[in-house]
């Protein structure tokens, strides 16, 4: 070889490194969740022994599972027994108010288990399952419990959002809150004020969880509720002082979103105000990635800033405003 040949150097793999011990960690996870360990754990299956004979299992395969659990702290050994940490105990208990199972099963599943790449392709899509559908609304109420098990904190949040947008509760306030979930953006106005009245829409299921949230919080008389399909149901005309979007736009293409815009557009008041409040392409983040929304929607897409306020201008609003980081205010003139 050529003395002046100089050795070639590669960079240091860190990042490749990391993502792949991800990827491990992810399925530990996934077959923690499919087997189900931790209810078997809080049986006093405490041993891979017991949950080996119990269950007809590999006992190999059962230990290691085990100790990798351990290794990502969902679950804690003492003395060659397992026991529930604290997170497991809330999370991961199937019988328990606050499971997360059966959703993060599906997070496992949301590229459509590989066909991620042939959609970015093709364009086909939904990979998985639409999340905007009815018939997968089970999912989202097994998240929302969460809003029961912290009201304080979470009426804390949304009050200090909506002082952001100087949006205060009033006598006769009326806000309507599109594809609602458990409202509690909304209802940090209601709880303030007793003649504050909001007014929901969403599929019943989900209607039934606010109605839970609202009872929680002893304003259910101030709350009404119309459910089904957002693009069917009637919103109303010159009713409302507010309408807030959450976490509904970017499952939308523009032509959808602008049609929407418009009915909370006729729904409104005048000097009515429209807030939208969803993933911005400026603000995407992995842990919220643009493309989980592309694989559970026909044409939705992390908007910019630009993006919306031709949406809207094109609705009709004017003074088209980025409030924060991520939300977006308008007015009906």
């Avoid at 009201?151 to 809150?177: C, S, V």
């Avoid at 979930?181 to 039934?208: H, M, Y």
């Avoid at 509904?248 to 000097?271: D, M, V």
């Avoid at 990635?289 to 004017?318: R, V």
Wanted: with cysteine; aromatic share 14%.
């Amino acid at each position: 070889m050529n003395d002046k040949i100089k050795k070639q150097k590669f960079p240091e793999p860190k990042i490749i490194d990391k993502l792949n011990e991800y990827i491990y960690k992810t399925y530990i996870f996934r077959a923690g969740l499919e087997l189900n360990i931790w209810d078997k754990v809080a049986k006093g299956w405490d041993t891979a022994e017991k949950i080996a004979a119990n269950e007809n299992w590999n006992l190999p395969g059962t230990q290691m599972l085990l100790d990798d659990l351990c290794s990502l702290k969902l679950l804690m050994k003492r003395d060659n027994r397992y026991h529930l940490v604290k997170e497991a105990k809330c999370y991961l208990l199937s019988d328990k108010p606050a499971y997360r199972g059966k959703f993060l099963i599906g997070e496992f599943l949301w590229e459509g288990n590989g066909l991620l790449a042939k959609s970015i392709r093709t364009g086909k899509r939904p990979i998985y399952y639409n999340a905007t559908k009815d018939d997968v609304t089970d999912l989202w109420t097994e998240m929302y419990v969460t809003y029961l098990t912290d009201i304080d904190d979470f009426l804390k949040t949304y009050t200090q959002f909506w002082r952001k947008f100087a949006i205060e509760p009033h006598a006769g306030m009326q806000i309507l809150d599109v594809a609602c979930g458990p409202a509690p953006c909304s209802f940090a106005l209601a709880v303030q004020d007793s003649n504050v009245k909001v007014t929901l829409i969403d599929w019943e299921r989900i209607l039934k969880t606010a109605v839970d949230f609202a009872s929680k919080l002893g304003i259910e008389k101030q709350v009404k509720t119309k459910k089904g399909d957002l693009w069917i149901t009637d919103f109303g005309q010159n009713q409302f002082d507010v309408a807030f979007l959450g976490n509904i736009t970017h499952f939308f293409s523009p032509e959808k979103n602008i049609r929407l815009f418009k009915k909370a557009y006729k729904a409104l008041n005048h000097g009515g105000t429209i807030v939208i409040d969803a993933v911005r392409h400026e603000y995407s983040l992995p842990r919220d990635p643009e493309l989980w929304y592309y694989a559970h929607s026909k044409g939705g897409a992390a908007y910019d800033f630009e993006q919306y306020k031709n949406m809207l201008e094109e609705a009709g609003f004017t003074d088209v405003r980025e409030v924060s980081k991520f939300p977006i205010k308008a007015v009906k003139l």
